[in-house]
């Protein structure tokens, strides 16, 4: 192929020429040009190498179905976007483009060795030549194939583009602006309704813009699309995937097609349109012929042919010949040399064609072949003649030649009528499958639908050939390099549906997802099997039509943006002070508030020692919060958590077990009765919403008698912990109304008063084993409240401490954290909790598997604490704990690590852990095995301070 | 994304708003001491896992907070109807194989 520049014609301005690079090297093109057009139009053949045998690949198409032609556009840094198609990148000034997968260079590649040992690469190589030895495979086989099989690289940097979304709603979305859905647009909107047509080229008008005859009438359609009012038309839009319920994703392209300099704001936008019934005008996509070196750079389809010179003013040779099965390549031959692009010859298979084509065709100076087909292409990075016979075995003859245009019929898009599940009907005379009844309210027109009068052709495999099929280089699918031989292979080696022969032999896959192949890869495998297409099935067409960006999909859900960040009112407080933060379910909590230069571990050890020699702050706002009020209140809590609730007074609080009907804790927090009906419940940070959610289940669908209403109450209480032997002095000149003594107030009660004068309720309660108070108050004043009491606490040294110390001191204690002690399948008993279960209760959610056999039988893992014979050695959580670490591997495991800290306090670590039968190993040694060494460690009673409870109660 | 009709609300409402509940029509035993361990095993984990009709629980997480009940095809993934908590399945949706 030798393409030129055609004096006249086309819809490019020639008057605005544009310089791009391919490869490095200069070009020029001109504006309405993409860059295959220009690129042909420069000479240019060679496009790529293909996927597997590294084979020069020139251009197949002028459109989406475009398989060989991909390319990497480079926009500047972090602006690479691979595996785009040639035909459908839109030329601007400066545009930077890369071919593919070749090394070191695009016309000396020497992966194309591979080309050359086609024989180790036959339908399912990866399962068949490289299984042995098996070690190999990681090391040595995948990464070398990988490197050389592929397309595009992907970018390795951030993408800066930002990508926008939107949602739309419509009576009616045309997908697809040729003339039929155009049509269908403007008669939709007759009836006054909002509608919306998309088409993924930079211009509507579809197959009439390679048709000059049509553009007049284009141009008044368009005024009236215009004109209408109520038509919104998206171009430059792919409507890649069509959901339930006439829901379809679109993905609408906005500034790639501009000079960089030029393009500003998002990149892309994603439409989510909601339509009310959906027009169909995807139209049809021309089907390559089957035959020895069908993929020799120059070889191309008839149609895309016949855009490259009359939409582009692009001739694709100085002599094409044609090989056709179909008419419309004897019109497309008439089209081409009506603008002066030299076609020598006609071959088609077919000996009946029309009259007046065959005259028409003599009498514009062509050879006509009849019922002859080519059997071999001449040349490797360009074609430079053909050689053909009758029926495929006669008498060789050749022409020379610079490109072959094939027309092998034409294959409906009924991709998204796939993907809305409408049914698919096989069309003998198109010899394709056309949209039959619809699931969706949705209706398909035009070529799309079969409706389109371009002539007929026959229906073909592979072309007849003297030379067998597993000799010939005949391409089926060029993307992922599958030839007729390949598919053979499968139906020979068992193969029988379509899904199976498409996974075996890849036909149809990658990025273009069969556009091209997947009619001739079923008839290739009809007729090696000898039953109809009909019986062996279609493959399923998914979402997307085509890549799409990630970008696009993410819109503005990244960043900041990715998941909302909760913050309490306490965060400004905490990060002007200099607070290291973690994540928490969402919420971003202090971890710990360094001073000097301190590291987490002496920042951690400072505060922990604060705590437990004088007082400490902590913000506890993000735990859970349901208000439980109604006059069955009691009766619903007794039913859901495993405690008795009944018999707990009014001011009192209880430290509450939640399990799942299957035995296993779920949740647990403290809650305190203020009064007959009104509780105030407490849940774990994360597990806030699970539990509610849990409740209103029981409450709603099984209990709807109980009268109880549950509100989350979670952001509307700022939670301030003071925690340490100091507390008391440090709120009593603040609290009022509120006797703080140790009588009138002990621990696990709950008062109402006020603090700093902001009403509270004052829970006396301690995670940390100190004396502590959790004072309760309207999110509002919580900051103020706060201030007050870390000002009043100053003759104290009151110091604020983050989430890594409440651990600590809760560890030293045993008080399990639910999801980092348990882990789903941790019973009260197994966690030593089954004094929080009330026996006497007849039923509470979870208490009849707890009677089942499993719940109580031996060798269930128990928690447990660890001491290190090292003082000094640091568990890691989740590591192993095994009996003897000499045993043979696999060495038995009896449970792992669950938390593990350095305690200031003790002056030694500490850890928690749950093991089969812990509670029965207390004094034995057990070892936990890590990289490089061995921790010996003794079981011991999960309790490292004040067993006895005493400081609780100063 | 399926619309779905949420019988408290009235309304038509994108699938983002709901969560799913699991089968429906399973009642919690009244008193569940009185079940075998085969009996409490069957409530706790046997579903029917229906192809075709299939009625099952979903929740109008971020509308009205209610459960309720749906019909929905299980190979189509079509809602048939959906019904308030508490309310027989209609007649006319009865489970099955789908044709």
């Known amino acids: 192929m030798s393409g030129y520049r055609l004096s006249t014609g086309g819809r490019i301005d020639r008057s605005q020429p544009l310089g791009f690079t391919f490869d490095g090297a200069n070009y020029q093109g001109f504006a309405g040009d993409t860059l295959a057009s220009a690129l042909v139009a420069s000479g240019v053949t060679l496009f790529g190498r293909s996927f597997k045998y590294h084979r020069p690949r020139g251009l197949l198409g002028t459109g989406v179905e475009e398989p060989n032609a991909l390319v990497t556009v480079d926009r500047g840094p972090g602006r690479i976007t691979p595996n785009l198609r040639a035909p459908q990148v839109a030329l601007h000034e400066g545009l930077v483009t890369k071919s593919q997968n070749r090394w070191p260079s695009l016309k000396f590649d020497v992966v194309s060795i591979n080309d050359r040992l086609g024989a180790l690469f036959p339908a399912g190589f990866y399962n068949k030549t490289f299984m042995w030895p098996r070690s190999a495979w990681e090391k040595l086989y995948e990464p070398v194939i990988r490197h050389l099989a592929g397309l595009g690289e992907s970018p390795t940097t951030r993408d800066p583009d930002h990508y926008d979304a939107t949602y739309a709603h419509c009576e009616v979305l045309v997908v697809g602006a040729g003339m039929a859905g155009i049509e269908a647009a403007l008669a939709a909107a007759q009836s006054g309704g909002r509608v919306i047509l998309i088409d993924e080229q930079d211009e509507v008008g579809g197959g009439a813009l390679s048709d000059p005859a049509q553009w007049s009438a284009l141009e008044t359609l368009k005024a009236q699309l215009a ?3 109520n038509i919104t038309v998206l171009t430059r839009t792919t409507a890649f995937g069509y959901f339930h319920q006439n829901f379809v994703g679109a993905a609408q392209r906005l500034t790639d097609h501009l000079a960089p300099a030029r393009a500003h704001g998002p990149r892309e936008k994603l439409w989510r349109i909601r339509a009310g019934e959906v027009v169909l005008a995807q139209g049809a996509i021309e089907r390559p012929l089957v035959f020895n070196g069908n993929d020799v750079p120059g070889v191309m389809l008839a149609s895309g042919a016949r855009t490259l010179a009359l939409r582009y003013g692009v001739a694709v040779g100085r002599s094409a010949v044609v090989m056709a099965a179909h008419d419309s390549g004897w019109h497309d031959a008439l089209a081409l040399a009506g603008v002066g692009v030299p076609i020598t010859a006609i071959v088609d298979i077919r000996t009946d064609v029309p009259g007046e084509l065959v005259e028409a065709v003599r009498a514009a100076g062509i050879a006509v072949h009849l019922g002859c087909a080519i059997t071999a292409v001449a040349g490797r990075h360009a074609v430079k003649g053909v050689t053909f016979a009758s029926g495929g075995i006669g008498p060789a003859q050749t022409i020379a030649c610079d490109a072959v245009l094939m027309a092998g019929g034409w294959t409906p898009s009924v991709h998204l009528w796939s993907h809305a ?28 639908a079969g409706d389109w009068s371009f002539g007929s052709g026959v229906i073909t495999s592979v072309l007849p050939s003297a030379v067998p099929v597993r000799s010939q280089k005949a391409f089926v699918d060029y993307q992922n390099d599958v030839k007729a031989r390949d598919i053979h292979l499968a139906v020979q080696e068992g193969m029988r549906s379509i899904e199976h022969i498409k996974r075996y032999t890849t036909n149809g896959m990658a990025t273009d997802q069969g556009k091209t192949s997947n009619l001739n890869g079923l008839q290739i495998a009809s007729s090696a099997l000898g039953r109809p297409v009909t019986e062996i099935g279609l493959t399923t067409f998914r979402p997307p039509y085509t890549p799409q960006t990630f970008g696009a999909l993410m819109g503005h859900h990244k960043d900041a943006l990715f998941q909302p960040v909760r913050k309490s009112v306490i965060d400004d407080w905490a990060t002007a002070r200099g607070a290291v933060f973690e994540n928490v379910a969402n919420w971003r909590r202090a971890r710990y508030f360094p001073t000097g230069g301190e590291d987490m571990d002496a ?17 506890a706002s993000t735990l859970g919060k349901i208000e439980v009020v109604g006059p069955d209140a009691a009766e619903f809590l007794n039913r859901m958590y495993t405690n008795p609730w009944k018999a707990l007074q009014p001011g009192r609080c209880r430290y509450g077990l939640l399990l799942r009907e299957d035995g296993f804790i779920v949740d647990d927090g403290v809650s305190a009765r203020l009064a007959d009906d009104r509780f105030h419940l407490t849940t774990t940070t994360g597990g806030a919403a699970r539990v509610l959610g849990m409740m209103e289940d029981y409450l709603q669908t099984e209990w709807s008698d109980l009268n109880v209403w549950l509100t989350s109450t979670t952001e509307q209480w700022a939670v301030i912990a003071v925690q340490g032997p100091r507390a008391r002095d440090v709120i009593a000149p603040l609290v ?91 019973t009260p008993y197994d966690m030593g909790l089954d004094w929080a279960v009330g026996k006497k209760k007849p039923d509470f959610v979870g208490k009849r598997s707890l009677a089942r056999p499993e719940m109580s039988r031996e060798g269930r893992k128990q928690f447990i604490g660890l001491l290190t014979e090292n003082p000094q050695d640091l568990l890691e959580e989740g590591a192993q704990v095994v009996t003897d670490p000499n045993a043979p591997i696999p060495v038995p495991m009896i449970g792992h690590v669950t938390s593990s800290y350095h305690s200031a306090t003790l002056g030694r670590s500490i850890a928690l852990a749950v093991i089969a039968d812990g509670r029965a190993r207390i004094g034995q040694t057990i070892y936990v095995p890590m990289p490089g060494k061995v921790i010996r460690a003794q079981v011991t009673a999960p309790m490292f301070y004040d067993a006895e409870g005493s400081r609780l109660n100063g | 994304m399926l619309l779905i009709h949420c019988p408290y609300c009235a309304e038509d409402r994108p699938e983002v708003e709901f969560t799913y509940g699991g089968e429906a029509h399973i009642a919690r035993p009244l008193d569940p001491s009185t079940l075998t361990d085969v009996e409490w095993e069957g409530y706790l984990y046997l579903r029917k896992n229906t192809r075709g009709d299939h009625a099952e629980r979903w929740r109008h997480m971020h509308g009205c907070a209610r459960y309720f009940n749906a019909v929905r095809n299980t190979v189509t993934d079509r809602i048939e109807v959906t019904y308030k908590a508490g309310e027989a399945r209609p007649p006319e949706h009865v489970a099955g194989d789908a044709a």
């Not at chain 1, 394709?432 to 070529?447: F, H, K, Q, T």
Request: proline letters at 4%; one cysteine or more; aromatic letters at 8%.
């Open chain 1, 227 to 229: 004109a209408a009012g």
């Open chain 1, 421 to 448: 599940k409408g049914s698919l009907v096989w069309n003998e005379a198109w010899g394709a499958y056309l949209p039959g009844r619809a699931v969706e309210n949705c209706r398909a027109v035009g070529a799309g």
């Open chain 1, 603 to 619: 920042a951690v050890a400072r505060e922990c020692a604060a705590v437990r020699q004088s007082v400490g702050m902590f913000d």
């Open chain 1, 736 to 826: 009022e109304g509120i006797d703080l003594g140790a009588e009138a107030f002990p621990h696990m009660a709950i008062r109402e008063g006020t603090i700093a004068g902001v009403p509270t309720r004052l829970f006396r309660v301690s995670f940390t084993g100190e004396l502590g108070f959790e004072i309760n108050v309207p999110a509002s004043e919580g900051r103020k409240v706060w201030e007050a009491i870390y000002a009043a606490g100053q003759p104290c040294a009151i110091t604020p401490y983050g989430t890594e110390t409440m651990h600590v001191l809760r560890a030293e204690k045993g008080f399990i954290i639910v999801g980092q002690d348990t882990d789903g399948t941790m």
